[in-house]
Protein backbone atom coordinates (compact mmCIF):
# COMPACT_ATOMS: atom_id res chain seq x y z
CA UNK A 1 0.00 0.00 0.00
CA UNK A 2 1.75 3.30 -0.83
CA UNK A 3 1.83 5.55 1.75
CA UNK A 4 -0.83 7.79 2.77
CA UNK A 5 -1.67 10.61 4.99
CA UNK A 6 -5.03 9.77 7.23
CA UNK A 7 -6.13 13.23 6.17
CA UNK A 8 -6.36 11.60 2.91
CA UNK A 9 -9.70 9.26 4.19
CA UNK A 10 -12.91 10.96 3.72
CA UNK A 11 -15.17 9.53 6.83
CA UNK A 12 -17.27 8.06 4.36
CA UNK A 13 -14.49 5.80 2.86
CA UNK A 14 -13.03 5.15 6.28
CA UNK A 15 -16.32 4.00 7.45
CA UNK A 16 -16.97 1.95 4.43
CA UNK A 17 -13.54 0.39 4.31
CA UNK A 18 -13.93 -0.72 8.02
CA UNK A 19 -17.33 -2.22 7.66
CA UNK A 20 -16.14 -4.20 5.09
CA UNK A 21 -13.58 -5.27 6.66
CA UNK A 22 -15.66 -5.45 9.80
CA UNK A 23 -17.89 -7.82 7.88
CA UNK A 24 -15.87 -10.28 6.34
CA UNK A 25 -13.81 -10.83 10.32
CA UNK A 26 -15.27 -12.09 13.21
CA UNK A 27 -12.51 -11.59 16.33
CA UNK A 28 -10.52 -9.49 18.37
CA UNK A 29 -7.71 -10.64 15.87
CA UNK A 30 -9.50 -9.21 13.30
CA UNK A 31 -10.16 -5.57 15.51
CA UNK A 32 -6.14 -5.35 15.18
CA UNK A 33 -5.85 -6.40 11.97
CA UNK A 34 -8.77 -3.50 11.02
CA UNK A 35 -5.35 -1.14 12.33
CA UNK A 36 -3.11 -2.59 10.03
CA UNK A 37 -4.97 -2.53 7.19
CA UNK A 38 -6.89 0.42 7.57
CA UNK A 39 -4.97 2.86 9.42
CA UNK A 40 -1.25 1.76 10.23
CA UNK A 41 -0.15 0.62 7.06
CA UNK A 42 -0.33 4.24 6.00
CA UNK A 43 2.37 5.27 8.40
CA UNK A 44 -0.38 7.98 9.99
CA UNK A 45 -0.79 10.91 11.42
CA UNK A 46 -4.19 10.54 12.03
CA UNK A 47 -6.93 12.95 12.83
CA UNK A 48 -8.45 13.24 16.46
CA UNK A 49 -11.75 12.35 14.89
CA UNK A 50 -11.14 10.10 12.67
CA UNK A 51 -9.54 7.84 15.31
CA UNK A 52 -12.02 8.05 17.83
CA UNK A 53 -14.58 6.63 14.93
CA UNK A 54 -12.98 3.91 14.53
CA UNK A 55 -12.02 2.71 17.67
CA UNK A 56 -15.88 3.35 18.17
CA UNK A 57 -16.82 0.79 15.32
CA UNK A 58 -13.66 -1.63 16.95
CA UNK A 59 -15.26 -1.52 20.32
CA UNK A 60 -18.80 -1.65 18.93
CA UNK A 61 -17.91 -4.55 16.65
CA UNK A 62 -16.37 -6.28 19.30
CA UNK A 63 -19.22 -6.44 22.04
CA UNK A 64 -22.11 -6.41 19.71
CA UNK A 65 -20.85 -7.99 16.47
CA UNK A 66 -22.02 -5.32 14.58
CA UNK A 67 -20.50 -2.21 12.94
CA UNK A 68 -23.45 0.07 14.32
CA UNK A 69 -21.61 2.74 16.92
CA UNK A 70 -22.88 1.33 20.46
CA UNK A 71 -21.69 2.67 24.20
CA UNK A 72 -22.03 -1.18 24.94
CA UNK A 73 -18.86 -2.82 26.83
CA UNK A 74 -18.18 -5.15 29.03
CA UNK A 75 -14.71 -4.31 29.79
CA UNK A 76 -13.04 -0.63 28.68
CA UNK A 77 -10.98 -0.19 26.09
CA UNK A 78 -8.00 1.51 27.39
CA UNK A 79 -8.04 -2.40 29.15
CA UNK A 80 -9.01 -4.16 26.20
CA UNK A 81 -5.51 -2.95 24.53
CA UNK A 82 -3.34 -3.53 27.37
CA UNK A 83 -0.41 -6.55 26.62
CA UNK A 84 -1.37 -9.85 26.98
CA UNK A 85 0.97 -10.68 29.26
CA UNK A 86 -0.69 -7.98 31.69
CA UNK A 87 -3.68 -10.46 30.84
CA UNK A 88 -5.82 -8.46 28.28
CA UNK A 89 -6.46 -8.64 24.59
CA UNK A 90 -3.74 -6.35 23.33
CA UNK A 91 -5.86 -4.86 20.69
CA UNK A 92 -4.04 -1.74 19.30
CA UNK A 93 -4.66 1.73 21.22
CA UNK A 94 -4.55 4.33 18.55
CA UNK A 95 -3.77 6.87 19.92
CA UNK A 96 -0.40 5.28 21.65
CA UNK A 97 0.44 3.94 18.08
CA UNK A 98 -0.73 7.52 16.24
CA UNK A 99 1.94 9.04 19.05
CA UNK A 100 4.56 7.33 17.88
CA UNK A 101 4.11 7.66 14.35
CA UNK A 102 4.26 11.25 14.81
CA UNK A 103 7.47 11.14 17.06
CA UNK A 104 8.82 9.11 13.80
CA UNK A 105 8.67 12.48 12.51
CA UNK A 106 10.80 14.01 15.10
CA UNK A 107 13.20 11.22 14.45
CA UNK A 108 13.64 12.17 10.90
CA UNK A 109 13.91 15.77 11.37
CA UNK A 110 17.22 15.01 14.06
CA UNK A 111 18.36 12.79 11.26
CA UNK A 112 18.12 15.08 8.66
CA UNK A 113 16.83 12.61 6.48
CA UNK A 114 17.69 13.74 2.73
CA UNK A 115 14.00 15.19 2.12
CA UNK A 116 12.63 18.59 0.91
CA UNK A 117 9.98 18.99 4.09
CA UNK A 118 12.93 18.02 6.80
CA UNK A 119 15.09 20.39 4.79
CA UNK A 120 12.50 23.11 5.25
CA UNK A 121 12.16 22.38 8.83
CA UNK A 122 15.61 23.01 9.44
CA UNK A 123 15.94 26.37 6.83
CA UNK A 124 13.19 28.06 8.57
CA UNK A 125 12.05 27.04 11.90
CA UNK A 126 15.40 25.45 13.43
CA UNK A 127 17.99 27.57 12.12
CA UNK A 128 20.53 27.94 14.82
CA UNK A 129 18.31 26.53 17.65
CA UNK A 130 18.85 23.13 18.61
CA UNK A 131 15.90 20.87 18.19
CA UNK A 132 15.73 19.91 21.98
CA UNK A 133 15.33 23.58 22.99
CA UNK A 134 13.41 25.16 19.63
CA UNK A 135 10.63 27.03 20.56
CA UNK A 136 7.79 25.11 19.31
CA UNK A 137 5.68 27.10 16.40
CA UNK A 138 2.04 27.31 15.71
CA UNK A 139 1.32 25.69 12.72
CA UNK A 140 1.91 21.78 11.30
CA UNK A 141 5.27 21.82 12.48
CA UNK A 142 3.78 21.81 15.91
CA UNK A 143 2.50 18.29 16.82
CA UNK A 144 6.19 16.88 15.84
CA UNK A 145 7.86 18.94 18.21
CA UNK A 146 5.80 18.18 20.57
CA UNK A 147 6.62 14.65 20.28
CA UNK A 148 9.73 15.94 22.83
CA UNK A 149 7.66 15.69 25.95
CA UNK A 150 6.58 11.83 25.03
CA UNK A 151 9.99 10.87 23.86
CA UNK A 152 11.45 12.89 27.29
CA UNK A 153 9.12 10.66 29.81
CA UNK A 154 9.79 7.54 28.74
CA UNK A 155 11.14 5.62 31.65
CA UNK A 156 13.09 3.03 29.74
CA UNK A 157 15.39 5.27 28.02
CA UNK A 158 17.93 7.95 28.70
CA UNK A 159 19.82 10.92 27.43
CA UNK A 160 18.96 14.23 25.76
CA UNK A 161 16.93 13.52 22.84
CA UNK A 162 19.02 12.67 20.59
CA UNK A 163 20.59 9.85 22.63
CA UNK A 164 16.63 8.64 23.54
CA UNK A 165 15.54 8.99 19.72
CA UNK A 166 18.62 6.71 19.06
CA UNK A 167 17.71 3.76 21.35
CA UNK A 168 14.30 3.94 19.36
CA UNK A 169 15.88 2.71 16.39
CA UNK A 170 15.72 -0.59 15.39
CA UNK A 171 18.97 -1.29 12.62
CA UNK A 172 18.76 2.24 10.75
CA UNK A 173 15.03 3.33 10.78
CA UNK A 174 12.69 4.42 14.12
CA UNK A 175 11.12 1.68 15.83
CA UNK A 176 7.11 2.88 15.93
CA UNK A 177 6.55 -0.45 17.38
CA UNK A 178 9.00 0.01 20.17
CA UNK A 179 7.64 3.74 21.34
CA UNK A 180 4.14 2.31 21.66
CA UNK A 181 5.00 -0.23 23.64
CA UNK A 182 6.88 1.85 25.68
CA UNK A 183 4.18 4.18 26.36
CA UNK A 184 1.94 1.35 28.62
CA UNK A 185 2.97 1.31 31.99
CA UNK A 186 5.04 -1.66 33.34
CA UNK A 187 2.31 -4.24 34.63
CA UNK A 188 2.35 -7.08 36.31
CA UNK A 189 2.47 -10.64 34.38
CA UNK A 190 -0.93 -13.02 34.97
CA UNK A 191 -0.17 -16.79 35.80
CA UNK A 192 -2.99 -17.64 33.21
CA UNK A 193 -1.70 -15.91 30.30
CA UNK A 194 -0.51 -18.96 28.99
CA UNK A 195 -3.86 -20.61 28.99
CA UNK A 196 -5.36 -17.33 27.26
CA UNK A 197 -2.45 -17.68 24.65
CA UNK A 198 -3.08 -21.36 23.52
CA UNK A 199 -2.27 -21.30 20.35
CA UNK A 200 -4.67 -24.43 19.45
CA UNK A 201 -7.24 -23.06 21.53
CA UNK A 202 -10.26 -21.13 19.33
CA UNK A 203 -10.34 -17.86 19.33
CA UNK A 204 -14.66 -17.69 20.30
CA UNK A 205 -13.41 -19.82 23.79
CA UNK A 206 -10.50 -17.71 24.77
CA UNK A 207 -12.57 -14.66 24.82
CA UNK A 208 -15.26 -16.17 26.68
CA UNK A 209 -12.45 -17.90 29.19
CA UNK A 210 -10.95 -14.02 29.11
CA UNK A 211 -14.02 -12.36 29.92
CA UNK A 212 -14.77 -14.94 32.91
CA UNK A 213 -11.22 -14.03 33.76
CA UNK A 214 -12.14 -10.64 34.64
CA UNK A 215 -15.78 -11.69 35.68
CA UNK A 216 -17.70 -10.23 33.19
CA UNK A 217 -19.64 -12.76 31.93
CA UNK A 218 -23.40 -11.70 31.59
CA UNK A 219 -24.18 -14.57 34.35
CA UNK A 220 -27.70 -13.99 36.39
CA UNK A 221 -25.76 -12.21 39.52
CA UNK A 222 -24.18 -9.25 36.93
CA UNK A 223 -27.67 -9.25 34.96
CA UNK A 224 -29.71 -8.52 38.44
CA UNK A 225 -26.75 -5.44 39.01
CA UNK A 226 -28.20 -3.85 35.46
CA UNK A 227 -31.57 -4.38 36.25
CA UNK A 228 -32.56 -7.35 34.26
CA UNK A 229 -35.65 -9.02 35.53
CA UNK A 230 -34.27 -12.88 34.96
CA UNK A 231 -34.73 -15.90 36.81
CA UNK A 232 -32.32 -16.59 39.95
CA UNK A 233 -32.18 -20.20 40.09
CA UNK A 234 -28.99 -22.00 38.54
CA UNK A 235 -29.39 -23.17 35.40
CA UNK A 236 -28.09 -26.31 35.62
CA UNK A 237 -29.36 -27.83 38.91
CA UNK A 238 -32.26 -25.53 39.74
CA UNK A 239 -31.04 -25.86 43.83
CA UNK A 240 -28.66 -22.36 44.01
CA UNK A 241 -28.55 -18.92 42.57
CA UNK A 242 -26.32 -18.21 39.78
CA UNK A 243 -23.40 -16.59 40.93
CA UNK A 244 -19.82 -16.86 39.09
CA UNK A 245 -18.46 -19.07 42.10
CA UNK A 246 -21.40 -21.09 42.05
CA UNK A 247 -22.03 -21.93 38.29
CA UNK A 248 -18.60 -22.67 38.16
CA UNK A 249 -17.16 -24.29 41.27
CA UNK A 250 -19.94 -25.08 43.56
CA UNK A 251 -22.59 -26.48 41.43
CA UNK A 252 -22.64 -30.19 41.85
CA UNK A 253 -23.60 -30.55 37.94
CA UNK A 254 -20.27 -28.13 37.51
CA UNK A 255 -18.15 -30.45 39.79
CA UNK A 256 -19.06 -33.52 37.94
CA UNK A 257 -18.08 -31.75 34.47
CA UNK A 258 -14.61 -30.47 36.75
CA UNK A 259 -14.54 -34.64 38.04
CA UNK A 260 -14.38 -36.21 34.69
CA UNK A 261 -12.60 -33.66 32.50
CA UNK A 262 -9.83 -34.01 35.26
CA UNK A 263 -10.39 -38.13 34.58
CA UNK A 264 -10.08 -37.99 30.60
CA UNK A 265 -7.34 -35.11 30.07
CA UNK A 266 -5.38 -35.97 33.81
CA UNK A 267 -5.51 -32.76 35.02
CA UNK A 268 -5.34 -31.63 38.47
CA UNK A 269 -8.62 -31.50 40.16
CA UNK A 270 -9.85 -28.43 40.60
CA UNK A 271 -13.50 -29.14 41.76
CA UNK A 272 -13.05 -26.88 45.07
CA UNK A 273 -11.19 -24.38 43.76
CA UNK A 274 -11.37 -20.81 43.14
CA UNK A 275 -10.99 -18.66 39.89
CA UNK A 276 -8.50 -16.43 41.34
CA UNK A 277 -5.96 -19.57 42.34
ZN1 LIG B 1 -26.04 -25.09 40.21
Not at 152 to 168: E, F, P
Not at 222 to 228: A, I, N, Q
Not at 259 to 266: N, V, Y
Request: hydrophobic share 40%; proline share 4%.
Amino acid sequence: MPATSGEDYSEDQLLDNTTLILCRTSSTDKVSFIWNTVLLGTDLPTTKKVMKMVEAICRSFLWTGSSTVSKKASVSWEKVCLPQVAGDLNVMNLVFWNRAAVAKHLWAVAKKKDCLWIKWIHTFYIKHHTLEHMPIPKNAVRKILESRKLIGDVQSIQGNLLNRLDQLQNGNSFSIRKLYRLQFPQLPKVPWKGIVLQPRLHPRFKFILWLALQRRLATVDRLLKFGVQIDQQCALCKLASEIFDHLFFECYVTKEVWSRLGDIADLFKIGNERWNR
